[in-house]
């Protein structure tokens, strides 16, 4: 859920972006979108060491060799580095209940997928997947707009197929949203406790992950019988 996370941190610049420039315009390009990719890592860096309180401009600017100016070139401030940084990750999570329109399986195989996919994304996009629990009071009221219409795309597709999977017989739960929302808390409170060199591989977290969530669906193994 999840995308590439070297590329630009939710910019719509990518691989072949720039198609149809002239090469020299292409080369130009390439060489800003790379000078941007520096300091967002750069910055990515700082904000999960200290926070974002703590980070300056002038911080990110050292960590690179580079000149105040030369960062603000490419961001107008410290709070567009850190929105862009973590707006990617939103993206990415909050599309993984995304489905072709000809995917016909049933709804209980595009829930778990869509599940997996959440919680390995999150632990793909670290540390700026994690900036939102951090320091959710830095973001701008319009970003947090923005982030708000993306949750609830993914929570009214998710609750969807969770109603759907209920009727086939695959899932026992009550209440739809609040099952949605405890069984992708588990991705959340990862920022608590989670460390890239802790003592499972992320592959193996997120299939530990997964299965609670699973669980907390009420996921049976065999469709339950419909009763008289």
Not at 41 to 49: G, H, P, T, V
Not at 119 to 135: G, K, M, S, W
Not at 203 to 214: F, G, K, P
Request: aromatic fraction near 10%; hydrophobic fraction near 40%; glycine fraction near 6%.
């Amino acid at each position: 859920m999840g995308m590439n996370r070297r590329s630009h941190k939710g910019s719509p610049k990518g691989k072949g972006a720039h198609a149809g420039q002239p090469p020299a315009a292409r080369r130009r390009a390439a060489d800003a979108d790379d000078k941007r990719e520096r300091i967002l890592r750069a910055a990515e860096a700082l904000f999960d060491a200290q926070g974002y309180a703590s980070t300056t401009i002038e911080q990110i600017a050292r960590r690179l060799g580079v000149t105040k100016p030369f960062v603000y070139y490419y961001f107008r401030s410290k709070q567009e580095i850190f929105e862009t940084l973590s707006w990617a990750p939103a993206v990415a999570c909050f599309t993984s209940m995304d489905f072709a329109a000809d995917d016909l399986r049933p709804a209980h195989l595009k829930v778990t997928e869509g599940l997996e996919r959440l919680i390995r994304t999150t632990l793909e996009q670290h540390p700026a997947a994690f900036f939102v629990y951090r320091d959710p009071q830095a973001y701008r009221p319009e970003y947090i707009a923005m982030q708000k219409r993306l949750a609830n795309h993914f929570y009214d597709r998710l609750c969807a197929l969770l109603d759907e999977g209920r009727r086939d017989g695959m899932f026992e739960f009550n209440d739809t949203k609040v099952t949605a929302l405890a069984a992708c808390s588990l991705p959340g409170f990862l920022y608590h406790w989670y460390r890239p060199d802790g003592r499972l591989a992320p592959e193996e977290l997120v299939q530990e992950l997964a299965h609670l969530a699973w669980r907390v669906l009420g996921l049976r193994r065999k469709r339950r019988r419909a009763t008289q």
